[in-house]
């Protein structure tokens, strides 16, 4: 609890110190030391308990819960309830302790799942506690605990939704009680005053005590029912039909209360609560009934404004395919949203009031019409378009940075955002770097403002971010670097064929809104203008430009000119300066881009126009902010420039007359001069710059070209091919711009750093985006295959010169610290390593020369150079992929182990905070890929390997409630959400590695009995006897001698490696069986998987797991081996006696879980199949929890239906002799009162006849 003292009753005398208090007390004690004269100077920062909270978070995550066993994670949860209830302390918590404490319960939650059920009689009554507090930020932690319980054990959590709901219900009606008293109290009052009382409008107010717990408690449990219910999503089995019709009438009789004349006048802010409540709970349970006309309504209250149009925004998100199936739906909510745009805009009758809440109703109006068909709203589109510019302008003076521009460029491109410390320019701009990514995040941070008007457009149900990456998505293939296209390109699926019509813009997903009322106005306001742009004619596209323009910073427009004001600056000056410049560039470049990203390409034929007048202005701008000194505005301002060269290109490929210029000014630009030809006269820092993001552009067009055809190419269903490969002219001149570039490098001219990685990275944009088709181009175009051959030695030649000039020994130690630029390096050397058949043809030893730079750059990373290590390990797994095993020479396969290695100790400051889990599951991917490619002579290398794999599997399974913001009280940028995901990709791809090399060895190397023998200590925790020797005992060992201080693995690790052992088993066959070993080993996991608790809780899905596993190893079995054969194996399992108290167990507690029902009954019935059933005490005992006294056949459910089907077949199996003569008279006694039914019921019983072989029976009877 010392870490809960941070934010303890110190901070909360420090965070309300005043001035003259503490001018008049010096002799405070603080939680830390200040000087009071600090203090007194400064003003009182309403973020501060925010962000102390996020620090005290972060250490109770990552530096305590994540290093936490199974037990003591459960223990944390006991300890942190307690200390929430004050059981431990004098006093009870601050409220900032309770949302420290709750965050990390929802965390713990998360990450024990299933263990956590034992947890829940202590935690529910302070979750019902705190869902009254007087603090919201309370109330909301506690229920995301709800949320993360519904995720984790909603099996539990169902049994206790019916206590929130009647909570709401009751608190519903108390307010109401209220206010008809207050009502009767004031008609009594006025009665006795008069007929001039009578008429005053006003009642005699309630005192506000007795209504604020009501609307605490009613606000909270809201907050609760609304995020279970979106969980539901992925659990239907969390609400019932009952549920649901509950729900929704409370929560229509909530939203009507703002029609209640007694509640609105005795208390408005009660109203206000019940009604928001009211949208909070159908915004997310039913969004179909938001389209009902009592409830499709333009509020008239500001206040409740904001909720009834978020319930419409969640109603376009998640169902947007009813505006087609409900008649004049569409035109309905397009009046009510115009209709309160009317009252919103300047000089309406909602204009005025607080801001945040204003800014945050323009917002949600915004994101209402984004998710409407384009087109629809022709009576409204001009006001959103003036007023969205409108709003950029103003947000841009107010220093307000749009969080979209990251989201609208490619992801390939972060590689050049990495600065080193001598190159950082100032704490404004964007740290991407991986190494310093976690303190960046810090340094962006805003407080949260407004989490309610967000909380049903959540990350987690993005379809974009949480599906599968495909292989061509990615960078160079490599599923370590990330996805490579841009973030809103994969959440561009229209939801109906309206936002598809094309009129004059392509629909792209709105980006999901961020909990800050300024940043989230500014992205609204930048997406409306996007999605109304192409509406309008040139004139209006002009006009909006030169608007557009007056947020150019003046830095640029006079670039190379001298400014006396500039000059006359004071250093605090400079730096605000500085960061209003870097907010109205990004600002800028990032409405460009999303306005020229929105338009359709030009299907005309081809054609020489050079395009309107507003292409010409944005190109003036766009090559003025080439010279930026950020580079997110750098690479914004080329991905603009190459969506502007590109947006009249035609189906033919002809390059029209503004493409020409753009790409002539380009190269101008590239060459160091001005885009018209002369000279650019400027300081060398600019110069360099410039040239550096010129080459960047033109490799954006070169990519965004490949792109744009191959996308043709899988879309049409005409023969394109020779469109796909032919090089075009504009190809051409692009490939000799940048050759001639990296020729120039091991001159003795000076460039940059800077300017040398641009350099190599365009050129590898380039080479990944001029790929040549092998399926269709390698059949007749050898052409083609002879000029992409002749490129590769080019760059080859090019690069190796390049590695030569780096590595002297002149400026060495420099270079290495520049991180960007060995990470470009690599990255270009896995583009030619991927194409390394083709360069063979005229290099033969290019595969070694490029594998010797690689390992010079290994062996030059150092301990904090995460990103660098990631590109490593992406320059490995794309040579795993694409070099076989004889290919890949004993140097580089050392060296990989090495750095593995180095990522994976313990004690390394590589492995700190956020960054551990992500690390240590790339390097033991790139471990089990080395495992992989190792050859047979490394057998006890390869058994070291397969240990430390085993040993590091813990980190990868941790987990954090992935299902809220990791800042949870501040906003963070979108990345460090996005990054989360990209984790659960990188683990998914771990464990489909592991399967496919277990069995790969299994089956070449015949090492079965020592695979059992490690899954076994991995799950169970013990060893049995030593396996014989020749099945690899020394590979035992070395793997054991790693893996014997290892601590117990939690129950989600067993439930996976009993998953790997049944895919084992059923790939290895018959041949299993073999083994006694196996076998023996087999039923002990499964057994002991089928019977696991936690905390006296069930873990239902390692019980499922097991029994998966041990119907497995039982049908790898006849009932004539079991009476012939004497094999060892075949003994094993007679003897066991584990068997039947498993199967038992399956089916009694999967009466509350019909997955583990349906595979106990399956268990059970090849139990008795193979004969093992010789005990009319033991069939008694495992047919009980299927004949249950209400026991009904014809229900259609699954759990009824297996239940059926393993009567019918023992029934069958009784009658037929096929079970001792004992057991069948036993078994046919209790059937007796259940034949009638079985018989006469509707369910249809499909039984093979040939499923008992030989002994086939006539079914049709059963």
């Known amino acids: 609890m010392i870490v809960l003292d941070m934010v303890g009753p110190l901070f909360e005398r420090q965070l309300s110190l005043t001035d003259a208090y ?94 956590s059920a034992g947890n829940l009689e202590r935690l529910l009554p302070l979750l019902k506690t705190c869902l009254g507090h007087a603090d919201c930020g309370v109330r909301w932690e506690a229920a995301t605990v709800y949320a993360s319980l519904a995720n984790s054990i909603p099996r539990e959590l169902s049994f206790y939704l019916k206590d929130l709901i009647n909570t709401v219900q009751l608190n519903a009606e108390s ?65 019932t039909e009952e549920s649901v019709f509950d729900l929704v009438g409370i929560s229509e009789i909530l939203i009507l209360c703002q029609f209640d004349e007694k509640i609105t006048q005795s208390n408005p802010g009660a109203a206000c609560t019940c009604v928001r409540a009211g949208y909070a709970i159908l915004s997310a349970v039913d969004p179909v009934n938001i389209a009902r006309s009592n409830i499709l309504n333009a509020s008239q209250n500001a206040g409740l404004a904001q909720p009834s149009v978020s319930s419409i925004v969640a109603f376009l998100r998640f169902s947007s395919d009813l505006l087609l199936n409900i008649p004049g739906l569409l035109s309905r909510i397009t009046l009510c949203l115009e209709s309160l745009l009317e009252r919103i805009v300047p000089g309406g009758s909602l204009s005025k009031g607080a801001e945040t809440r204003l800014d945050n109703i323009k917002a949600t109006i915004f994101e209402a019409f984004s998710w409407l068909p384009p087109g629809c709203f022709p009576v409204a589109s001009e006001t959103l378009y003036r007023w969205a510019i409108e709003n950029i302008q103003d947000c841009t003076e107010k220093e307000v940075q749009t969080s979209l521009l990251e989201m609208l460029l490619s992801q390939e491109d972060t590689l050049v955002d990495r600065s080193s410390f001598p190159r950082f320019l100032s704490s404004s701009e964007k740290w991407t770097s991986s190494d310093i990514s976690d303190c960046s995040s810090l340094l ?90 192409g509406l309008f004619d040139g004139r209006h596209q002009e006009q909006a430009i030169v608007m557009l323009s007056e947020l150019m910073p003046a830095s640029l427009a006079s670039s190379g000119k001298f400014n006396v004001g500039n000059a006359l600056l004071t250093d605090t000056e400079k730096k605000m300066k500085t960061k209003q410049d870097f907010v109205m560039s ?49 690479r914004g301002a080329a991905e603009c420039l190459s969506a502007l060269a590109l947006s009249t290109r035609g189906i033919g490929g002809g390059v029209h007359g503004l493409q020409q210029r753009i790409v002539s000014e380009l190269e101008y630009s590239a060459d160091g001069n001005l885009p018209n030809g002369k000279p650019r006269k400027v300081a060398p820092q600019i110069l360099m710059r410039t040239k550096a993001t010129a080459l960047l552009a033109l490799s954006c067009i070169q990519r965004q070209s490949f792109r744009i055809s191959a996308r043709r ?127 063979r043809k005229m290099v033969p030893d290019a595969l070694k020369t490029l594998l010797t730079m690689a390992i010079t750059i290994f062996q030059s990373v150092g301990e904090m150079d995460q990103c660098l290590i990631r590109e490593c390990m992406g320059l490995v797994e794309v040579a795993f992929d694409h070099l076989k095993s004889q290919d890949l020479p004993s140097f580089f396969l050392v060296e990989v182990e090495v750095l593995t290695m180095k990522v994976m100790k313990k004690d390394d400051q590589i492995l700190i905070a956020a960054q551990r889990q992500r690390m240590i599951t790339t390097a033991t991917i790139c471990m089990l890929l080395l495992y992989q490619k190792s050859p047979l002579t490394m057998q006890l290398r390869k058994g070291a390997l397969f240990g430390r794999i085993l040993e590091h599997v813990e980190v990868i399974a941790g987990k954090d409630f992935l299902h809220s913001n990791l800042y949870r009280s501040v906003v963070c940028r979108r990345q460090p959400e996005i990054d989360r995901f990209a984790n659960l990709h990188l683990s998914n791809y771990f464990w489909t590695s592991l399967e496919s090399a277990v069995i790969h060895k299994v089956e070449t190397e015949k090492i079965l009995p020592t695979i059992m023998k490690l899954f076994k200590l991995m799950t169970l925790g013990i060893i049995d006897d030593p396996i014989p020797t020749e099945h690899g005992v020394e590979y035992f060992a070395e793997a054991l001698k790693i893996l ?16 790997l052992v049944n895919k084992v088993i059923i790939n290895s066959g018959p041949e299993a069986i073999q083994y006694n070993s196996v076998i023996a080993d087999a039923i002990n996991i499964a057994c002991a998987s089928c019977t696991a608790t936690s905390n006296n809780e069930e873990l239902c899905h390692l019980q499922l797991e097991g029994a998966s596993l041990l119907y497995t190893v039982l049908r790898l079995f006849d009932r004539d081996d079991l009476q012939d054969d004497n094999t060892e194996s075949s003994a094993s399992l007679v003897s066991c006696t584990q068997i039947a108290p498993a199967i038992k167990h399956s089916l009694v507690n999967g009466l509350e879980n019909s997955d583990l029902f349906a595979i106990g009954c399956s268990c059970l019935r090849a139990f008795a199949k193979i004969g093992l ?22 229900t259609g459910k699954r759990e009824d239906i297996a239940r059926t089907i393993t009567i019918a077949e023992l029934w069958f199996m009784a009658s037929a002799n096929l079970l001792c003569d004992t057991v069948c008279k036993s078994f046919l006694r209790e059937m007796e009162n259940l034949v009638n039914e079985v018989s006469t019921s509707s369910s249809s019983l499909v039984i093979k006849k040939n499923m008992w072989g030989p002994r086939g029976r006539d079914t049709q009877r059963i």
Not at 187 to 197: F, H, I, L, P, T
Not at 752 to 764: A, C, D, N, P
Not at 768 to 778: E, K, L
Request: with cysteine; glycine share 4%; aromatic share 6%.
């Open 1173 to 1194: 059933i010789n005990d009319p005490g033991m069939l008694r005992r495992l047919t009980k929890p299927l004949l249950q006294p209400n026991f009904v056949v014809n």
């Open 713 to 839: 190419k899988t879309s049409e269903s005409l023969n394109s091919d020779m469109d796909f490969l032919i090089v075009s002219p504009l190809s051409l001149r692009i490939r000799t711009c940048l050759l001639s570039k990296i020729i120039k490098l091991d001159s003795d001219e000076e460039f940059s750093f800077e300017f040398i990685m641009y350099s190599i990275h365009s050129l590898q944009i380039f080479l990944s985006s001029s790929r040549i088709d092998t399926v269709s181009a390698y059949g007749g175009l050898s052409k083609l295959k002879n000029d992409r051959v002749k490129l590769l030695e080019k760059v080859f030649v090019s690069i190796n010169s390049l590695y030569v000039v780096l590595w002297q020994d002149d400026g060495l130690t420099e270079k290495l610290n520049e991180t960007a630029l060995l990470a470009a390096f690599l990255r270009l050397l896995s583009s030619l390593i991927s194409e390394i058949e083709l360069l």
């Open 1044 to 1059: 014997e201080t290892r601590s117990n693995c939690c129950w989600q690790l067993k439930s996976k490696f009993v998953a």
């Open 444 to 533: 962006n941070l805003i407080p949260v403002e407004h989490r309610e008007g967000v909380m049903h457009s959540p990350m987690w149900r993005n379809k974009g971010l949480t599906q599968r990456y495909s292989k061509d998505a990615l960078i160079v293939g490599s599923s370590f670097l990330g996805l490579g296209t841009s973030l809103n390109s994969q959440t561009s699926i229209p939801p109906t064929p309206l936002h598809n019509v094309g009129l004059g813009v392509s629909w792209k997903e709105p980006p999901l809104p961020l909990a800050t009322s300024k940043v989230r106005l500014i992205d609204s306001s930048i997406h409306i203008f996007s999605v109304t742009w």
């Open 175 to 239: 307010i109401a009680d209220l206010a008809d008293i207050a009502q009767s109290k004031s008609s009594v009052y006025n009665s006795d005053r008069g007929v001039s009382a009578r008429r005053s409008r006003s009642t005699s107010p309630s005192p506000s005590g007795k209504y604020v717990t009501h609307q605490y408690s009613l606000h909270g449990n809201a907050l609760a029912l609304s995020m279970i219910i979106h969980e539901s999503c992925n659990y239907p089995s969390l609400l």
């Open 22 to 115: 503490v001018s008049s007390t010096n002799d405070i004690p603080l939680a830390v030391d200040i000087n009071p004269a600090l203090v007194t100077q400064s003003k009182k920062s309403t973020s501060d308990a925010a962000f102390a909270r996020l620090s005290v978070c972060r250490v109770l995550r990552n530096g305590i819960g994540t290093s936490l066993s199974e037990t003591n994670q459960q223990v944390m949860i006991n300890d942190l309830t307690d200390f929430c209830n004050g059981v431990n302390g004098k006093n009870g918590p601050n409220l900032h302790q309770l949302q420290c404490a709750l965050t990390e319960i929802s965390h713990l939650v998360a990450s024990l799942s299933d263990a």
């Open 586 to 634: 990004s600002n800028l470049v990032a409405a460009l881009l999303a306005a020229i990203q929105s338009l359709p390409l030009h299907e005309a034929a081809l054609s020489t126009d050079s395009g309107p007048p507003w292409m010409h202005r944005a190109n003036e701008m766009l090559h003025l902010l080439l010279a930026s000194p950020y580079h997110i505005v750098q």
